[in-house]
């Protein structure tokens, strides 16, 4: 048996949904755990007093790509079966800045909303009902927005493959990069600090 | 060592492991023998005569003949356009890029269906897509489209439709009247330019 278990149906759809929500399940309860939903924490990232955010998300990228390039070595999963999200240029940098001046100015990322909303903070829920009134307001310009939308259409391209790099490699630099970051996350923790938050 | 430097340690660590060992593309079979039977079981892999004809003759630009037949057969006789991957040699590199693509549709073909369907078993397990089988071999063919059987008179609309289908189709491939097998004039076998398709695309699923 080879994965990826869920496109290959080794499980099946109903199945798909249910691992989907124990995951799910689990990732909110951590992200609790770890302190996510203060908000602070999270726009601590951008003025720098606290970096753990970027620590965390930063190491959870590298330990889930070294289980992939292991797995793949191994042969216990077939990577080009797994579903990689098609790549639009311009709309994905649009959209990138929207979403980091959203982070900066509303001290969540949707993910951590939840979860704040879960322990009953109040700006969480502000936040979810931003998200609605975006989402909503999107929806309805959608019309307008369709062509950029849809622009600068890259399909699945892989960093490594573009760079004529093995993927192995490619990973390998991808993890110095993380070292370089988790260092320059604790510089900036020295260098701004503040007692309470 | 505090915790945070052996992670970060192994982390390099296991990066450094990663970028040396060389990147595993051996791909375990495709298929299983359940797979397998409801593949056969469906008879998807079959092309009947008539609709191979109609393309040969409408010169359908993504069919592909493969006559897996002995070279000295395949010089005694193919169909028009097709190329000969014989199937003893149907490994070898040299054919790969006619059979394992994306583009084109490969109608297997040999005097039967036995050798065919061995050969399209055979790509069938190796994965590649894009390969059918010439429903009753080329016996069938010569019976049907190059001789056809004129319909008795009680047949119905949709029987002589055919049978007039295959009369032209058999004037427009040669046939017709008692069937020679002599080599048509042309032996050289024009072989179509091969598309390289570039790598599959994977399945979409949802993130």
């Known amino acids: 048996m080879m994965g990826p278990l869920v496109p290959q149906e080794i499980i099946g759809a109903d199945w798909n949904l249910f691992i989907a929500f124990v995951v799910g399940i689990g990732f909110g309860f951590i992200l609790e755990q770890a302190g996510f939903s203060s908000s602070r924490k999270l726009a601590g990232v951008f003025y720098g007093y606290d970096t753990v955010v970027l620590k965390v998300f930063f190491g959870g990228a590298v330990t889930a790509m070294l289980g992939l390039l292991f797995f793949s070595l191994f042969g216990w999963i077939d990577l080009e079966l797994v579903y990689i999200n098609p790549t639009y240029l311009w709309p994905a940098i649009v959209g990138g800045i929207i979403m980091g001046v959203g982070f900066i100015a509303g001290g969540f990322c949707p993910g951590v909303s939840i979860s704040a909303i879960a322990i009953g903070k109040i700006d969480g829920i502000v936040f979810l009902a931003g998200i609605f009134i975006g989402i909503f307001g999107f929806a309805e310009a959608y019309p307008l927005l369709e062509d950029f939308y849809m622009s600068g259409d890259m399909g699945s391209p892989k960093l490594n493959e573009m760079l004529g790099l093995s993927g192995g490699f490619f990973g390998f630099l991808v993890i110095i990069a993380a070292l370089i970051m988790f260092w320059l996350g604790d510089l900036a923790e020295k260098k701004f600090p503040r007692k309470e938050y | ?207």
Not at chain 2, 1 to 29: C, Q, R
Not at chain 2, 89 to 104: A, N, P, T, W
Request: proline share 5%; net charge neutral; hydrophobic share 40%.
């Open chain 2, 1 to 207: 060592m505090s915790i945070k430097n052996v992670v970060m340690l192994g982390f390099f660590l296991f990066g450094l492991v990663i970028a040396m060992v060389p990147e595993n593309t051996t791909k375990p079979y495709k298929l299983t023998a359940e797979d397998m039977l409801v593949e056969v079981q469906s008879a998807a892999e079959m092309v009947n005569a008539d609709e191979v004809a109609h393309w040969i003759i409408s010169k359908d630009p993504t069919l592909q003949l493969v006559d897996v037949r002995t070279p000295d057969k395949f010089q005694k006789y193919h169909l028009e356009g097709a190329v000969n991957v014989p199937l003893s040699v149907i490994l070898s590199d040299e054919y790969r890029d006619i059979l394992d693509q994306g583009v084109k549709m490969n109608v297997l073909y040999s005097n039967g269906t036995m050798n065919s369907h061995q050969a399209w078993m055979i790509l069938r397990q190796l994965g590649f897509k894009n390969n059918y089988v010439l429903q009753g071999g080329l016996n069938y063919w010569f019976e049907t489209i190059m001789n056809p059987e004129a319909p008795s008179i009680y047949s119905s609309d949709e029987e002589f439709a055919r049978y007039d289908f295959r009369k032209a189709a058999s004037g427009a491939l040669g046939g017709g009247g008692a069937v020679t097998l002599t080599a048509p004039a042309k032996t050289e076998v024009d072989k179509p330019k091969i598309i390289r398709t570039k790598k599959k695309k994977a399945p979409a699923g949802g993130c």
